[in-house]
């Protein structure tokens, strides 16, 4: 599975961004799907991740309530809608894919290159 992020960029706080990540592949749909972010001088760190079906989600305290993750199985296609955005957001996110469903970046098999968000205040 190839996974390429993308729909990063800079916005203030209280604003919205749409994250995707394509997939390449015919396998996606056996594959659950995480986005990870890092900051700089921090390590990388879990915000969400879906079920392979979509009928599962979680999400870090930190973003719950704010962001939503969810898939098109259709399309090869992840989405994390994030709402009501704060610098501490800033972040390069990445889109990473196994098969089991986890919040453990180590036991994520394939990542995207990630996509840039600054939130400024």
């Known amino acids: 599975v190839q996974l390429q992020a993308s729909g990063g960029g800079l916005v203030q706080a209280g604003d919205s961004l749409r994250l995707s990540c394509a997939a390449s592949g015919r396998t996606f749909v056996s594959y659950a799907i995480g986005w990870f972010r890092q900051a700089p001088g921090k390590e990388r760190e879990f915000v969400a991740t879906?079920?392979?079906?979509?009928?599962?989600?979680y999400y870090a305290d930190s973003v719950k309530g704010r962001f939503t993750i969810s898939r098109d199985n259709a399309k090869n296609t992840v989405h994390l809608q994030m709402n009501s955005l704060k610098p501490d957001d800033t972040a390069v996110y990445y889109c990473?894919?196994?098969?089991?469903?986890?919040?453990?970046?180590?036991?994520?098999?394939?990542w995207g290159q990630g996509t840039q968000v600054t939130v400024s205040s």
């Open positions: 990473a894919a196994q098969r089991r469903f986890s919040v453990v970046a180590v036991e994520y098999d394939y």
């Open positions: 879906i079920s392979w079906s979509g009928g599962s989600t």
